[in-house]
């Protein structure tokens, strides 16, 4: 399958940031971190997020600070589903208790290792309307790894639908 890197449209229906966020929200509000994960389809140049796909998963508040994880027989069954839905994950959205960055941890342990895919994440628990603005979006490039987006780079590159 060929990587993400051409794309340079997402676009992403609501339905699908407002079902992240309620997630975010949920698990934040036990003061921990979440994970989830858009799908959709793609062209050369543009992606069409079609879904929200909110994994089944583990949070964790340990002394080096908070952590998920998502099983490996659960990202198995993700595969199997992309598969048999001909779609490709072209995001992961995982939140933090504060500052919206990626760790060493977000860096070394991506769900989504496509290059070309993005990787946002969403500060304070999601407890703010989702606002592209307040994210901390990277993108992964061959050789690179994960490199932040500026907001310019963001607005060019993702659209939510209204
Ligand atoms: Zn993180």
């Not at 992961?92 to 919206?100: D, K, R």
Request: with cysteine; charged share 20%; proline share 4%.
């Amino acid at each position: 399958m060929k990587g993400l890197s051409g794309v340079i449209n997402i676009s992403v229906p609501k339905s699908a940031a407002v079902e992240t966020m309620a997630h975010l929200r949920t698990v934040g509000k036990q003061g921990l971190e979440g994970v989830a994960l858009w799908a959709g389809k793609h062209t050369a140049d543009s992606f069409t997020v079609e879904c929200a796909i909110i994994p089944r998963q583990k949070a964790f508040r340990s002394e080096h600070g908070l952590l998920y994880t998502v099983g490996s027989e659960e990202l198995h069954q993700i595969n199997v589903w992309l598969y048999e839905n001909r779609m490709t994950l072209v995001a992961q959205i995982h939140s933090h208790p504060g500052a919206a960055y990626h760790s060493d941890t977000d860096d070394l342990y991506p769900i989504v290792t496509t290059v070309g895919a993005l990787s946002l994440v969403v500060p304070d628990f999601a407890s703010a309307p989702f606002e592209l603005d307040n994210c901390a979006v990277y993108r992964l490039f061959s050789g690179r790894g994960w490199v932040e987006l500026s907001a310019t780079e963001i607005k060019r590159l993702i659209r939510l639908e209204v």
